[in-house]
């Protein structure tokens, strides 16, 4: 089948096809929402593609979502396909959807980093290597409460064994396991952490992303300006957590983080989105972790994630990397590089740099 770019106004045509896999369907507000995207518009890049059969039922689709970077006084752009949903009648599209989103020009690396056991081999395929290397297999969590965890697993259970039963429960209890979340206050934080409100108008945000920048990481862009599109998405159902670490008036380190269910019968997280602190800031990203903590308890979290961790982030967390349970065990983080792209090892990458802060399904008042 022939894959045609698609726009906001094909909205309710990809909410089919993610409802059919049991993904929050993105509103046509979410989509352009997305394709206002500096990034996006600056090389006017397609906002995904669809295929089609000749009635017009959506068949797959695959997002693409074109990320900004900076390397000093350079700004590069890569793209990582989100979203990539493939019908029982579109089986064999997704090479077609992979192939159409690596042929972009103009783009460092193509990348995603939340591919599924199955997902992965395909990618393999495509020259997309699990990457970073020491650490794309690994995902951290600290768990908060049991009894969502245990009350999540006899659900699966029922599932595996009757899903006409686990069927009749959510007809009565369409979302079990919803959180009662409390507004994350400054005095639930610890000291030398404060809560961040429209960082883009801050000059403190400013002084801290150009000190980011002196460093000379390759760094996906959290400038003002991205900052605000970036934290504007109009289908989120819960503010997010936004902290700054805090030396006096300086910022030194920051984190965003936002209150997730992955599927309905799945107790509520608190994903870390984002964490990140300036080399010889010592002790920041201590500080922010024990404020996620904190904050994934006021939102009643059964526990606090990190999807993806960078080599430099691992030895970052320290004790806190000792403390967490290892998820993942497969390679769900790949990167194919350009021959021009940067030094690879100069990216370090969070879940900020994927479609993390915008593809998680919502705790509360899911769409």
């Known amino acids: 089948m022939p894959v045609r770019p698609f726009t906001p106004e094909d909205a309710e045509a990809l909410a089919v096809l993610h409802r059919s896999v049991g993904w929050s369907a993105r509103s046509e507000a979410g989509w352009r929402w997305l394709s206002e995207d500096p990034a996006r518009q600056r090389l006017g890049a397609p906002l995904g593609w669809i295929a089609e059969d000749?009635?017009?039922?959506?068949l797959a689709c695959l997002g693409n979502f074109i990320q900004t970077f900076r390397l000093g006084d350079r700004t590069h752009y890569a793209g990582t396909g989100h979203s990539i949903i493939v019908s029982p009648k579109g089986r064999g599209l997704a090479p077609t959807l992979i192939r159409t989103l690596m042929d972009q020009k103009g783009l460092f690396a193509f990348y995603t980093f939340n591919a599924n056991p199955q997902a992965a081999v395909l990618y393999r395929r495509h020259r997309i290597r699990p990457w970073p290397e020491p650490t794309h297999a690994l995902k951290l969590a600290w768990p908060l409460k049991h009894w969502p965890r245990v009350v999540s697993r006899m659900l699966r259970l029922a599932d595996s064994k009757s899903p006409q039963m686990l069927g009749r429960v959510l007809d009565r209890v369409p979302e079990p396991l919803t959180p009662h979340p409390k507004a994350v206050r400054a005095q639930d934080l610890p000291g030398g952490v404060a809560i961040l409100e429209a960082p883009w108008e801050m000059p403190a945000w400013d002084a801290y992303w150009r000190a980011c920048v002196a460093e000379g990481r390759l760094l996906a862009d959290r400038s003002p300006g991205i900052l605000c599109h970036r934290l504007c998405n109009p289908d989120r159902t819960s503010p997010p957590v936004l902290l700054a670490a805090v030396e006096g008036e300086t910022i030194?380190?920051?984190?965003?983080?936002?209150l997730a269910k992955p599927s309905v019968i799945d107790p509520p997280v608190l994903e870390i989105i984002d964490l990140m602190a300036l080399e010889g800031a010592a002790g920041a990203i201590d500080r922010l972790m024990a404020a996620l903590v904190a904050a994934a308890r006021r939102l009643d979290a059964a526990k606090l994630r990190l999807h993806l961790v960078s080599p430099r982030l691992l030895d970052q967390?320290?004790?806190w990397a000792d403390k967490a349970r290892r998820e993942g065990g497969w390679g769900h983080a790949h990167a194919r590089f350009e021959p021009d792209?940067?030094?690879p090892d100069l990216w370090q990458p969070t879940p900020y740099d994927a479609d993390y802060g915008f593809c998680l399904r919502p705790a509360t008042g899911s769409r």
């Not at 000749?54 to 959506?58: F, R, V």
């Not at 030194?252 to 936002?258: F, I, K, L, P």
Request: proline share 17%.
């Open 54 to 58: 000749e009635q017009g039922e959506p």
């Open 252 to 258: 030194v380190g920051h984190a965003w983080a936002e």
């Open 317 to 319: 967390l320290g004790p």
């Open 341 to 343: 792209a940067p030094d």
